[in-house]
């Protein structure tokens, strides 16, 4: 005796995709950016976390502003000491245009970032 046959249906080809400009359009919420942003900030070897108010830490802010097409980039963050300031916030500027640029689309104009602080990447929690 053999198995019974089971008929398939195979499905046809899809269509070739639509012309680049026939296909719509793709928005990035600006709360997206502003993450991207501060992650990136955050991944950079020279920067460390900082502590709250309340204790827990946190890394890098950012605010992002601009258009679809060209944004302007401000970040705050730590860096670790001694690190050097200059090259580790050259650095992160080239970064950031880079990873913006090919993850989004969009020209970053301007990158400006705050040092708020200089701390030694292994701190201990203080005992009063």
């Not at 026939?22 to 900082?50: S, W, Y």
């Not at 000491?81 to 969009?106: D, F, H, N, Q």
Request: hydrophobic fraction near 40%; charge should be neutral; charged fraction near 30%.
């Amino acid at each position: 005796m053999s198995a019974p046959t089971t008929e398939v249906e195979v499905p046809r080809q899809r269509a070739a995709p639509a012309e680049p400009e026939d296909r719509g359009t793709l928005e990035i919420h600006p709360g997206v950016l502003r993450k991207l942003v501060q992650k990136i900030a955050d991944d950079a070897p020279d920067t460390v976390p900082t502590r709250g108010r309340l204790g827990g830490e946190h890394g890098a802010t950012a605010r992002v502003t601009g258009d679809a097409q060209e944004v302007d980039i401000a970040v705050e963050l730590a860096l670790r000491y001694p690190a050097p300031v200059r090259e580790a916030v050259e650095s992160l500027r080239a970064k950031l245009v880079e990873e913006v640029g090919r993850i989004t689309g969009r020209r970053v104009r301007a990158v400006d970032v705050t040092v708020s602080a200089l701390l030694p990447q292994d701190r201990r929690t203080r005992v009063e």
